[in-house]
């Protein structure tokens, strides 16, 4: 499903209400009477004792008006204010049109002054149409007050109109203050900011309303500025086995994952490996763990690296390095998985870099092995293609030499930074994991829930996208569908237990696999007609 950006929305407005000829007074209209359907849709039944219609200084605020006269219209002993937050001298066009409409036909329009603050009895719809597409700057001042005020409702529904107020509809930026609605009703197409943190926090259910113009008749014309990952688009890429396919056709795996002390890392990578349709996963690991991995996951096959004659306790070395690439080649490995729990001492971080520069297959670099990268970043810059990264914003954060919390205020700009730096394909982990490719593909992920906040689940996803990648799918389609089916599945599991572990995550996802494939899933998010 694609997704635009608030300037692109705002010029392909522009070129097609003069291609059709439709005045924007009728787009206004009708955003502004679907978006009093698709109010009546969510729970006008629900008769609310008032409606509060919180209108701004610019179309976002007309759009506000033409709501409150369908409101007025429809349901006249509703008692409907439109609160007006700027001066209705300096409304253009429509929206002034609009002021005017609603003045003449009586509905109460007040002024919201700072020394007259909001407040709004319990019981109250409110309809937030103080700005849209157009914000500029931060939120600041009356504007402030008025966002504060919304949010302090009590046992009231929030809707807003187009886009959460405060929100930057572009890059899911907080401008300083945002309205946290319950549902978002977004007009003509779904705006990308809206389904990123962290602003996707604010926006509720999404909803998707018609202004009458025919955005899809023309697709050529809709950039590409990033897409929101459907059942529908991941279906093809499902882990599929051929009737005459063997372990070896299907998809070998190579994980070098886990340490003595993270064991369980290198269990979980392997084993959503073999969840997700790999024919043969082979573990990269040391002559102590060997044994355990045959009595956890019989099913893997260990390529056991020579002892470290030297050391107390076994870590990997830069001479194992040399012994992974021939095992690559010699098991015929599609794929490659490295950095779960493989500890950060500087003998490993070497121990990566060998492995990543040597590596005949490329594949899945995380955890670990990006914290390795991060080390030495200037000497990757460029030499990651073909790569998928999985940083968490942490991780980011190292990699792009800048705070974690600068990474979370603009988490698209981030991966965009990231895949051009190191020319890779980079996850960005977290709610709503975002997909970036160095050609400046963008994918959002609808599906997960806080329930992954538990440890392990990103191995689970790094043996989920490096299994999909040896079954043959490209690094950009793997990271896009492994992030898709670990989302989803934990989506599933919540409905039967409020408890996710991450083994638990490994096991279930053939079910959510199975799901996808027979259609049987509606995204949470977006709600359509
Ligand atoms: N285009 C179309 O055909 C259609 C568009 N539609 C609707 O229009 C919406 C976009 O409308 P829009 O472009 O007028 O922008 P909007 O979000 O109302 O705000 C702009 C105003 O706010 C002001 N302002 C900005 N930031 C501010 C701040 N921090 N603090 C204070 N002021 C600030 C800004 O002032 P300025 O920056 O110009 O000084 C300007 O006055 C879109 O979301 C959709 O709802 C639909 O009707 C369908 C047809
Ligand atoms: N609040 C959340 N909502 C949705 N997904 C989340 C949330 N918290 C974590 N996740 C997901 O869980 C996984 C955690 O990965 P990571 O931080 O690497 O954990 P670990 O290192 O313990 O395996 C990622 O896929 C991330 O997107
Ligand atoms: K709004």
């Known amino acids: 499903m694609k997704l635009i950006t608030s300037e692109s929305m705002q010029k392909l407005e522009k070129r097609l209400v003069e291609s059709y000829r439709i005045p924007t007074q009728l787009l206004m209209e009708n955003a502004g009477r679907n978006i009093v359907e698709k109010i009546e849709g969510i729970g006008m039944e629900k008769s609310w004792k008032q409606v509060a219609v919180i209108c701004g200084p610019g179309n976002n605020g007309g759009d506000g008006l033409v709501i409150a006269r369908h409101l007025n219209l429809r349901y006249p002993s509703l008692p409907i204010t439109i609160f007006l937050a700027g001066n209705p001298e300096r409304l253009k066009n429509d929206s002034a049109l609009n002021y005017e409409i609603c003045q003449r036909i009586g509905i109460p329009i007040q002024r919201v002054f700072p020394e007259n603050p909001l407040g709004f009895e319990p019981g109250t719809l409110i309809i937030d149409s103080l700005f849209g597409t157009g914000l500029s700057k931060n939120v600041e001042g009356i504007f402030q007050v008025v966002i504060d005020a919304i949010n302090e409702a009590k046992q009231s529904m929030i809707i807003a109109v187009d886009v959460p107020s405060g929100i930057d509809a572009t890059w899911g930026k907080i401008m300083g203050r945002a309205v946290k609605a319950h549902h978002t009703i977004t007009l003509g197409m779904i705006k990308r900011g809206l389904v990123v943190a962290p602003a996707r926090e604010y926006c509720g259910t999404i909803h998707l309303a018609d202004i009458g113009i ?125 950095g779960p729990g493989l500890g950060s001492s500087w003998s490993s971080k070497y121990f990566i870099e060998k492995v990543i520069e040597k590596s005949p297959v490329k594949g899945v670099i995380d955890a670990d092995a990006l914290n390795a990268i991060a080390v030495n970043r200037e000497f990757w810059k460029n030499r990651l293609q073909g790569w998928i990264l999985t940083p968490h914003e942490g991780e980011m954060g190292r990699l792009l030499n800048r705070s974690a919390s600068s990474i979370a205020e603009n988490r698209i700009a981030a991966s965009c930074a990231l895949s051009q730096y190191f020319n890779c394909i980079t996850v960005l982990k977290g709610p709503g994991t975002i997909v970036v490719s160095p050609q400046g593909e963008i994918a959002i992920n609808p599906t997960g829930n806080p329930n992954l906040a538990t440890a392990g689940s990103g191995d689970v996803l790094t043996g989920i996208i490096a299994s999909l990648l040896a079954q043959g799918r490209s690094p950009f389609i793997s990271a896009v569908t492994g992030v898709f089916l670990h989302g989803l599945t934990a989506d599933l599991y919540q409905k039967q237990s409020p408890q996710l572990l991450a083994s638990d995550l490994a096991s279930y996802l053939p079910y959510a696999i199975k799901v996808v494939k027979n259609c049987e899933y509606r995204l949470p998010i977006v709600d359509r007609d």
């Open 214 to 338: 025919p955005f899809d008749r023309e697709p050529g014309i809709v950039p590409q500025e990033g897409f929101l990952i459907t059942p529908d688009f991941i279906r093809p890429f499902l882990p599929e086995k051929a009737f005459l396919s063997n372990k070896i056709s299907t998809g070998v795996v190579m994980i070098v994952a886990g340490s003595p002390a993270m064991t369980g890392a290198g269990l979980l990578t392997c084993q959503a490996a073999y969840r997700s349709g790999a024919g043969m996963v082979i573990w990269a690991t040391n002559p102590q763990l060997a044994p355990l991995v045959k009595t956890s996951i019989p099913e893997v096959v260990s390529t056991i690296l020579s002892d470290n004659k030297n050391s107390f306790q076994w870590e990997y070395l830069p001479h194992h390095a040399d012994e992974i690439c021939k095992a690559i080649l010699q098991r015929k490995c599609r794929s490659i998985a490295i």
